[in-house]
């Protein structure tokens, strides 16, 4: 019997769909039952003597991918693919999948979500409350913001709909010829952060490539602006982002993913910044769908596999 090894952590508990699905399909399922994202030495253990892969984003290096001999097929359950060495897994014969459009409503609502929280400082004030303090806080409105979008892909262009019910100016960056039915004014980089109020990121992180939004670059951004990373950790020099936001001249912050995570760095010791620890896509409807797509394309994968 092939087996598969699950890793994500919340796989088939809101919806036991994408388990049945694999059971159906004749496999042993062995899940991650240490309920966390896994190191490149525990996800070595559990590979090696695994045929298929539901992947998280735990690291799928060169050497995790070389010990796992049996292993035919990665499905990752998300749309990054940063996280797996593509290079060695063509090499070994490995196919990859991923399900680019699952998160793609989840990670658009965080980010609106997290633009207004910031503007009108909504966790700052919970946690005053809390703590016994009845102190309002001015605000500011999202309407008449001009938001710069940084790749401007399913994510990014979603982001750009939900947003026009706001009364925003928009205008992106991205570094290929974007086809898209949204017709905004697409910036250089650095005319984009220098003209937006809030810059909001959805590129990857190329590899080997230095952050994005470095020390310059948030230089270059308006004094008092917001920034928000729901995309992935690297994309902002994290030790530059803490001399911005200290200093003032960024007004606010979210991050949603981080250079290391679990994130544990000083960006904590700041009010003026929004941590969240890489739920983009946890929401439940995106999950399971998510979870869904992930064992249908394992399930075509091992058709192909069957066929070569
Ligand atoms: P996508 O591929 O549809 O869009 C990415 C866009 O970024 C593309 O248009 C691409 O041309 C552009 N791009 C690539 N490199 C760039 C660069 N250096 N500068 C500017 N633009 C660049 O991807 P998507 O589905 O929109 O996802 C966007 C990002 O969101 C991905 O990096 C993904 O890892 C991340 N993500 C995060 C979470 C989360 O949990 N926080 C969940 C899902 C996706």
């Given at each position: 019997?092939?087996?598969?090894?699950?890793?994500?952590?919340?796989?088939a508990?809101?919806?036991e769909?994408?388990l049945?699905?694999?059971?159906?399909?004749?496999?042993?399922?062995?899940?991650?039952?240490?309920?966390?994202?896994?190191?490149?030495k525990?996800?070595?253990?559990?590979?090696?003597?695994?045929?298929?892969?539901?992947?998280?984003t735990?690291?799928?290096?060169?050497?995790?991918l070389?010990?796992a001999?049996?292993?035919?097929?990665?499905?990752?359950?998300?749309?990054?693919?940063?996280?797996?060495?593509?290079g060695?897994?063509?090499?070994?014969?490995?196919?990859?999948y991923?399900?680019?459009?699952?998160?793609?409503?989840?990670?658009?609502?965080?980010?609106?979500?997290l633009?207004?929280?910031?503007l009108?400082?909504?966790?700052?004030?919970?946690?005053?409350?809390?703590?016994?303090?009845?102190?309002?806080?001015?605000?500011?409105l999202?309407?008449?913001?001009?938001?710069?979008?940084?790749?401007?892909?399913?994510?990014?262009?979603?982001?750009?709909?939900?947003l026009m019910?706001?009364?925003?100016?928009?205008?992106?960056?991205d570094?290929s010829?974007?086809k898209?039915?949204?017709?905004y004014?697409?910036?250089?980089?650095?005319?984009?952060?220098?003209?937006?109020?809030?810059?909001?990121?959805?590129?990857p992180?190329?590899?080997?490539?230095?952050?994005?939004?470095?020390?310059?670059?948030?230089?270059?951004?308006?004094?008092?602006?917001?920034?928000?990373?729901?995309?992935r950790?690297?994309l902002?020099?994290e030790?530059?982002?803490?001399?911005?936001l200290?200093?003032?001249?960024?007004?606010?912050?979210?991050?949603?993913v981080f250079?290391?995570?679990p994130?544990?760095g000083?960006?904590?010791?700041?009010?003026?910044?929004?941590?969240?620890?890489?739920?983009?896509?946890?929401?439940k409807?995106?999950r399971?769908?998510?979870?869904?797509?992930?064992?249908?394309?394992?399930?075509?994968?091992?058709?192909?596999?069957?066929?070569?």
């Amino acid at each position: 019997m092939k087996k598969v090894f699950v890793s994500t952590t919340s796989f088939a508990k809101d919806d036991e769909t994408p388990l049945k699905l694999l059971k159906g399909a004749g496999l042993t399922v062995c899940l991650n039952l240490l309920a966390r994202k896994l190191s490149e030495k525990e996800i070595s253990g559990f590979l090696s003597d695994t045929d298929y892969l539901i992947a998280g984003t735990e690291p799928l290096t060169r050497d995790v991918l070389k010990y796992a001999k049996k292993l035919k097929i990665i499905s990752r359950v998300g749309v990054g693919l940063d996280t797996v060495d593509l290079g060695t897994a063509k090499d070994l014969g490995i196919m990859v999948y991923n399900t680019p459009f699952g998160p793609t409503q989840a990670v658009a609502e965080l980010t609106i979500g997290l633009m207004l929280d910031l503007l009108r400082k909504i966790s700052n004030m919970d946690k005053d409350l809390r703590s016994g303090a009845w102190e309002k806080h001015m605000g500011n409105l999202l309407q008449g913001k001009n938001v710069g979008i940084v790749g401007f892909g399913r994510i990014g262009q979603r982001v750009a709909e939900i947003l026009m019910s706001f009364g925003t100016e928009i205008s992106y960056y991205d570094i290929s010829t974007i086809k898209s039915s949204l017709h905004y004014p697409l910036k250089p980089l650095n005319k984009l952060l220098q003209w937006a109020d809030i810059v909001t990121l959805h590129c990857p992180v190329l590899e080997d490539s230095k952050p994005i939004i470095g020390k310059e670059e948030l230089k270059n951004m308006k004094k008092g602006a917001w920034l928000i990373n729901t995309s992935r950790g690297g994309l902002i020099d994290e030790d530059a982002l803490y001399t911005s936001l200290k200093e003032g001249h960024l007004s606010g912050a979210a991050l949603d993913v981080f250079e290391r995570e679990p994130y544990k760095g000083s960006l904590s010791e700041l009010d003026n910044i929004i941590l969240t620890p890489h739920i983009g896509s946890y929401a439940k409807e995106s999950r399971i769908k998510m979870e869904i797509d992930a064992v249908n394309n394992l399930l075509a994968g091992m058709k192909c596999d069957r066929e070569r």
